[in-house]
């Protein structure tokens, strides 16, 4: 395998990772992901283990395992239910015409007789999905794009750039206030505590490792992809390395244009300014005035205190 151009999309959870998943899905040079890419397993456990998920953390694989056994090692919770437990899955109802057998031949073609490493495991992870899914609206051709998205993974940003020294990833930041009360829509939401440490974690990690990757790693503010979706793809395509496309305009699946809610893909429901906007009222004084004590210099840093409905919080003093 060889000339494997790979995009991680990152974000906090209900940052707008999977609005910006679903705008570049339809772009003719990439080759977007069914739902999240949970790349992750148990077997990797450093500091940070108790503020994220396995499965949204980058893999580590044991040494000795068969390729079957490697493909189990990736949680791929939201694929592998949709494939596994169909009426199970919140995506019951896509189209997604894909045999597990099929992705799981191809895999072990891909990685042969081994040995195996970690870089063949994730690129033949994607490159066998996209053989295996039978109704993609388009033919993968060499030198296309595969683009992943897991929440938080841009936290693993170091070890990922060490498999995939060209890979780009692109973090999704979000303004706390309309982030939190979209995670309030979830059955077990969040504490506000622990979602503030988690929101100024995340992204000072990955600001620290977009200074340290500048050609790897970028932030994104989700506000101005709903500001100006046109200025803000022509700098995601740009940062990628491919042609802008009238489709980065609208989010879509499978080539499809969602035209309403992006439910089930994200509890963000529409990527708009009028709702980036809008949900911020439905928050408590309480709760507004805790997310002002517990991110302002953060979000300084990525000048909230300029955006026209923000600034009334961040505003010096």
Not at 153 to 166: M, S
Not at 174 to 189: I, V
Not at 289 to 309: C, E
């Amino acid at each position: 395998m060889s000339n494997f151009n790979f995009v991680m999309v990152s974000a906090g959870f209900e940052h707008g990772g999977n609005v910006t998943h679903r705008h570049l899905d339809g772009h003719p040079q990439l080759l977007v992901y069914p739902f999240e890419s949970q790349l992750g397993n148990r077997n990797f456990n450093d500091f940070l283990a108790s503020v994220e998920r396995v499965q949204y953390r980058y893999p580590e694989f044991p040494e000795g395992l068969t390729a079957q056994e490697l493909y189990e090692q990736m949680i791929d919770e939201e694929m592998k239910t949709f494939l596994r437990k169909k009426t199970g899955s919140k995506f019951k109802d896509a189209d997604l015409q894909f045999d597990e057998a099929d992705r799981l031949n191809e895999f072990k073609r891909l990685l042969s007789e081994g040995p195996y490493n970690r870089k063949l495991v994730i690129e033949a992870f994607f490159r066998a999905t996209f053989v295996a899914w039978r109704n993609y609206y388009t033919t993968p051709q060499e030198g296309m794009f595969y683009v992943g998205y897991s929440p938080a993974i841009g936290i693993d940003a170091d070890r990922i750039i060490r498999d995939f020294p060209n890979v780009r990833i692109m973090h999704i930041v979000r303004n706390p206030f309309s982030a939190y009360r979209d995670t309030k829509r979830r059955p077990f939401p969040q504490s506000l505590s622990k979602y503030l440490i988690t929101w100024n974690i995340y992204h000072s990690t990955v600001e620290m490792f977009a200074k340290q990757f500048p050609n790897n790693v970028r932030i994104f503010r989700y506000e101005d992809l709903v500001e100006d979706k046109e200025q803000f793809m022509k700098n995601v395509a740009s940062f990628i390395g491919v042609e802008y496309a009238p489709t980065m305009l609208y989010p879509s699946w499978n080539g499809v244009e969602i035209k309403d809610s992006i439910a089930p893909w994200g509890t963000v429901l529409k990527s708009t300014k009028a709702y980036n906007e809008s949900v911020i009222n439905e928050l408590t004084d309480d709760e507004k005035s805790q997310i002002v004590a517990g991110t302002t210099a953060l979000a300084r840093h990525f000048k909230y205190d300029q955006v026209d409905y923000l600034k009334q919080y961040y505003r010096a003093e």
